[in-house]
């Protein structure tokens, strides 16, 4: 047996023989020409082809899994428009009178080099797109006969790498999973593999060769691992791995598109908790009827300096338009205690959990509160967006973020860019002080959801990082419970929404409890999405 261990995309067990595509790429030799014009004229209509193809793959694309991930060919598209590519094909054929396929192969060489050196790991993603149009062109200038993507029998298709175009032509019902050697999870081909719902590994490394060909193999893409012909108990193992996860999968298809609705017609929204960007791929497969919890925090633990209202925008816009219609509940910058990023330059605190954190820091430094503010109602209009407030303990502080927030939006007015006025703002109910404050905080604001972790360890006074006094935290505990009880009781008075989208929610045990609480929505990690829903449609609340 021989194993390769990768970066998983998504999840998984694919078992079958293995399909290694070998990507006939060409050998562009210098070849000088007497007509310039004449090769710049074959450029042109290899490049409008290649425009119009990408085309084609972009409806196709839309048809299958929607406009966000079908944007990848629109950009491949503007690539082939940019004029920095065109005049540089042009430039090399006129200056050295060489054919267009060394201008183009020599082109899209030193843009993937100038791409490939960017310290920003979204722009060093862009080198395999450039390959990926250049070689379009470059097939229509002088087509070559090519391996299929596709095997004959249903396979895990092992490459180099594969580029979003390859990915999104792959015969699903010919695929078991894939497996490539190279590759990045922020590349549009993770995003789409994710969508798709194909199991699959990345960077599985350099010894992933075509001698793999026509082997069984085994995909866990749950840990990104690939077993080459595995022995008896490997392979006893992940098949058993493999009929827990279809059995899951089956259960999921049953509920696709049922309402979730108690038995005696009580009616739950369940969303998904979204720890990053990544995690958009996984909401979309089990259903999520939206995000409850968007952990803004990535992006600036993921950043060495400040992300700007552009890196910021970007982000929340591919969120919104991945979810359509659904909602999606980002929470603003919840830095601090146990989440830390080096250059907010936070001072050393004896107890952080009960310092410098969250809102605090927003209001505190409103000039980064009001980038982030900015960002978000920008992306607004792409979607059904609220925006919600962490560690809420006061009136006043709602007042002066809204008040930042009022500023975001009068700068964004004034200088002409389209917002929505009507964004649903909310916020966290993770402290003892809100829950107390419930009555008044529901007049100010359009929702409530309970952050359950941080509202255990600040009524019940545990440190929930504190692994020896773990015994003490118990999520379950009576004060707890009436504690959110009464944030929804509240909340209900003033003609309010309530979520609890903390780590409570997954817990089946108390979900009849919360639903006779009142709870509107439960927000849990997008892999327990599946089970609560299946709880809440077995529930009779009449009884």
């Known amino acids: 047996m021989k194993t390769f ?3 998983s995309v998504f999840s998984g067990v694919a ?3 293995l399909h290694f595509y070998r990507r006939e790429t060409q050998s562009i030799e210098r070849r000088e020409i007497q007509d310039p014009q004449a090769e710049i004229a074959r450029f042109e209509a290899a490049r409008q082809e290649a425009i119009k193809k990408l085309g084609e793959l972009h409806d196709k694309t839309l048809a299958d899994v929607g406009e966000a991930n079908a944007a990848i060919f629109e950009i491949h598209q503007m690539m082939l428009d940019d004029l920095d590519y065109i005049e540089s094909v042009r430039g090399i054929i006129t200056a050295q009178n060489v054919a267009a396929e060394y201008a183009v192969s020599a082109t899209a060489e030193n843009f993937e080099k100038m791409f490939s050196s960017m310290d920003d790991a979204y722009m060093r993603g862009r080198a395999a ?3 990926d149009v250049s070689e379009r062109v470059l097939s229509i200038l002088s087509p070559v006969k090519r391996c299929s993507l596709n095997a004959d029998v249903p396979s895990i298709i092992a490459s180099d790498d594969l580029a979003p175009s390859e990915t999104v032509q792959l015969d699903k019902s010919k695929v078991l999973g894939f497996v490539t050697a190279e590759g990045s999870t922020t590349s549009h081909t993770s995003i789409l593999a994710r969508t798709i719902g194909i199991p699959a590994v990345i960077g599985a490394g350099d010894g992933l060769t075509a001698d793999i060909d026509g082997k069984q193999g085994i995909l866990d893409g749950f840990t990104g691992t690939l077993y080459v012909e595995p022995d008896e108990g490997t392979a006893a193992a992940m098949k058993k791995k493999q009929d827990e996860y279809l059995h899951e999968r089956a259960l999921l298809e049953e509920l696709k598109g049922k309402p979730n609705v108690t038995i005696d017609g009580r009616r739950v929204q369940v969303f998904a908790n979204v720890t990053s960007i990544d995690d958009l791929g996984s909401v979309i497969k089990n259903d999520a009827e939206g995000i409850g919890l968007f952990r803004s925090e990535f992006i600036y633990m993921g950043s060495s300096s400040y992300p700007t209202v552009d890196e910021q925008f970007a982000i929340y816009k591919r969120a919104l338009e991945s979810m359509g219609a659904r909602k999606v509940v980002i929470r603003t910058l919840d830095i601090g205690a146990d989440k830390q990023a080096a250059y907010f330059d936070l001072p050393h605190e004896q107890n952080p959990a009960m310092g410098m954190r969250a809102i605090r820091i927003c209001l505190e430094r409103p000039e980064l509160f009001k980038t982030q503010l900015k960002a ?8 059904n967006l609220s925006i919600m407030f962490p560690m809420i303990t006061s009136t006043w502080e709602v007042e002066e973020a809204f008040r930042i927030a009022a500023q975001a939006r009068d700068e964004l007015a004034r200088a002409n860019v389209p917002f929505r006025s009507d964004v ?18 529901a007049d100010l604001v359009d929702f409530f959801s309970v952050g359950s972790n941080d509202l255990t360890q600040y009524t019940l006074a545990v440190d929930r990082q504190n692994q020896k006094i773990s015994r003490f935290f118990d999520p379950r505990h009576p004060a707890v419970l009436r504690m959110i ?27 009849e409890e919360f639903l006779r609480y009142g709870i509107d929505e439960i927000s849990v990690s997008a892999s327990s999405v599946l089970r609560v829903r299946k709880k809440v449609r077995s529930l009779d609340l009449s009884k």
Do not use: Q
């Open 424 to 441: 649903e703002t909310g916020i966290m109910v993770e402290t003892p002080a809100a829950v107390m404050m419930s009555r008044e905080l």
């Open 129 to 131: 797109d450039v390959k």
């Open 15 to 17: 078992i079958g023989p």
């Open 485 to 511: 009880k009464m944030a929804a009781d509240n909340a209900h008075a003033a003609g309010k929404w309530i979520g609890i989208c903390g780590e409570l929610g997954a817990d089946t045990a108390l979900t």
């Open 376 to 383: 978000l109602y920008m992306a607004s209009v792409f979607g």
């Open 5 to 7: 261990k990768g970066i």
